[in-house]
Structures are given as structure tokens and as C-alpha cells.
């Protein structure tokens, strides 16, 4: 009987000691190049920085997140891979992002004329830590211009000399 005292403690010690795992913050967002750019789809590529405000390492699952522009949504970002996240440390989280045209369109004066956007991220990221699971929510908001004429330009030059080059 004393045995079973001691065991019981123990579980509810260490279920006790289990912290709730509390969502990463995205920090911001670096490295956006167009994969692809055209008339129907356009393929963007960036890093989102990140730091993880837990006192323990997790590991990142999934993301599932819609992308928001001026408070309309722009597309869907889903990240299903498995990231060490380091405890109380910064990490890098990669974004690919396949975005229509007709979505770009209404914004290509302000684009090319660098206005800024305000950009949200707004979703959930499923987290293990040993046996436990747990969906934190992500909400991430700024305010940025994206300089796309200049990658589009740079791009295209890249193109065109690659082609003399041949």
C-alpha cells in the first residue's frame, strides 16, 4: 500500500511538472524570392524567423495557417514536417507559398509603388513534446513593403543572360 502511495505521488508530480507549451513567436520574415512568376501562378519562397518563448524544446509537426493582406486572404501556408525547435531559441522555419494571380492583381499599383501591406499570419501549429501533443495558436501581424519589382526585374535579367550565355 505504501508502494502505491509513493507511485501515485509521483504521477501527479510529473504530470504536474508538464507545462503547457506555449506558441512560438514569429519575429519576421526574410529571403523572399519568386520561384515563379505568370499570369496564373506565382510561386514565392521566404524564411520566417522565429523563437520559441518555452522553457523545453518541442517538436513542430505542422503549421496551418491562412496568409491575410490588408485583412483579405491572400492564400494558405501548410508546413507538414517534423523541426526540432530548440527551448528558448531562435529557429527558421521555411515558407513556400503558391499565390494566384488574380489575388496579386489588386494589389500591383501599391506593389509597384511600394506601398506598405499589413500582413497577417493567422492559424495553429500542432507541437509534441514526448508523448503529449498540443495545438498552439499562431497570430503574427506587420506591416511591410514588398519590393517585387525589383525581384521580378532581377529575375528576368538572370533569364536573359542566362539565354546569351547558351
Keep these: 500500500m505504501q508502494s502505491f502511495k509513493v507511485y501515485l505521488l509521483s504521477f501527479i508530480v510529473f504530470l504536474c511538472s508538464c507545462a503547457t507549451p506555449k506558441s ?3 519575429k519576421g520574415v526574410k529571403n523572399v524570392k519568386v520561384e515563379k512568376a505568370g499570369f496564373k501562378d506565382n510561386i514565392f519562397n ?5 523563437y520559441n518563448p518555452n522553457k523545453f524544446g518541442v517538436v513542430l509537426k505542422k503549421i496551418d495557417c491562412d496568409v491575410f ?3 483579405q486572404k491572400l492564400t494558405h501556408y501548410f508546413l507538414d514536417t517534423q523541426i526540432e ?4 531559441g531562435n529557429f527558421t522555419l521555411p515558407a ?3 499565390i494566384a494571380f488574380k489575388s496579386i492583381l489588386g ?3 501599391d506593389i509597384m509603388f511600394n506601398k506598405p501591406f499589413k500582413i497577417a499570419v493567422v492559424g495553429k501549429a500542432t507541437v509534441t513534446k514526448g508523448i503529449f501533443t498540443k495545438n498552439v495558436a499562431i497570430n503574427y501581424t506587420t506591416t511591410k513593403t514588398l519590393n517585387l519589382k525589383e525581384a ?3 529575375d528576368l535579367v538572370k533569364s536573359v543572360q542566362g539565354q546569351l550565355n547558351e
Design 96 to 98: 513556400r507559398l503558391e
Design 46 to 50: 521566404a524564411e520566417l524567423d522565429c
Design 152 to 154: 521580378v526585374v532581377r
Design 85 to 88: 525547435i530548440p527551448s528558448q
Design 107 to 109: 494589389y500591383g499599383v
Design 69 to 71: 493582406v490588408n485583412d
Design 24 to 26: 512560438f513567436e514569429i
